[in-house]
Every structure is written in C-alpha cells, then in structure tokens.
C-alpha cells in the first residue's frame, strides 16, 4: 500500500513541514504582505492559499497548492497517502494525447488498482471490475469512476480527519490571529 517517506515528494514533504512557520511569520509581520512588498499598516493576507478556507470545502483545500501538500503530508502520515496520489494521477491522466492512453491507463491501474497493486487503493470489487473493463478500450474517462469513489472517501473520512488535526488546528489558530 504505502511505501513509506520515499513516495511522497521532497518538496511536498518539506513544504508541509514548513507551513506551520510560513504561516505563523506570515501572519505575526504587519509591514510585509505576503509577496514580501512592504506595506505599511497593512496585515498580509493568505488569500487563496487561507488555512481557514480549507475547512469551508475540500475543493477549497485541494484547490490550494500548500493546503494539498499539507493534506498529502498528513495522508502519508496515516499510512493513505496512495488516496491523494491515486486522485491526482486521475487528473493528470484526463490530459493525456490520445495516442498515449492505452499506456498510461494501464500504468495507472496497475500503480493502484490490480490486485498486486504497490499503491492500492481501496475500491470495491464493482468499481475495480468496471474499470478493469474501461481501460480495454481506453479514454479519458475511463477512471471517472474510481476517482468520484476515492474522492468521496477522502472527503467523507480523511478530510475531516485532516480539519481536526494538530497541525491544520495549529495553522488555522496562527491564520485567525493573526
């Protein structure tokens, strides 16, 4: 299922372990915004990228290029990093020439599907035999439905997991401060 600390990428892992401090500074300095510009009186402000906008949705968090590292960082850390990597591959693989997907899907299933999968997914038997039949005649639909199955997963189970967690009540605590 997991590999361990390999499978998840350096910067992510670096990047989640940052974030805490990013925002924790960002948050305590009153004459820089976040870019770094100086303004004066002017509190930086998070924008997208606001630690209390991943609890309104878990579009929101996905959508947010530090809240998807720091939501990937604590997946790994409850041993279900393949959820988030399998989804992401889903969206990657959405953009794939059509000429290169017969490849890539077998790839993919492979990667998180099959039953010797390395990084297995938890699907049902139903999911995994339909799209066992998709990728026959592979297009870029054809993990549509695996990929709704992992997301409602992780949306119903590990994001709010993730909302209660030290280190997301940590950094949203720092976000509301200020």
Known sequence: MCKGLESLPTTCLERAKELKALFGSLLQKSDHSINGQSKKNDKPRLNVEDPLKWKESFDNLLSSR???CLFRAFLHSEFSEENIAFYLACENYRETKHSKLAEKAKKLYDEFIGSDAPREVNLD????GITKENIVQPDLA???LAQAKIYTLMEKDCYPR?????TYLEVSRKAKTG
């Open 125 to 128: 038997h139903v999911t995994k």
């Open 162 to 166: 993730f909302i209660k967690s030290s």
């Open 142 to 144: 054809c993990f549509s």
């Open 66 to 68: 530090n809240g998807l």
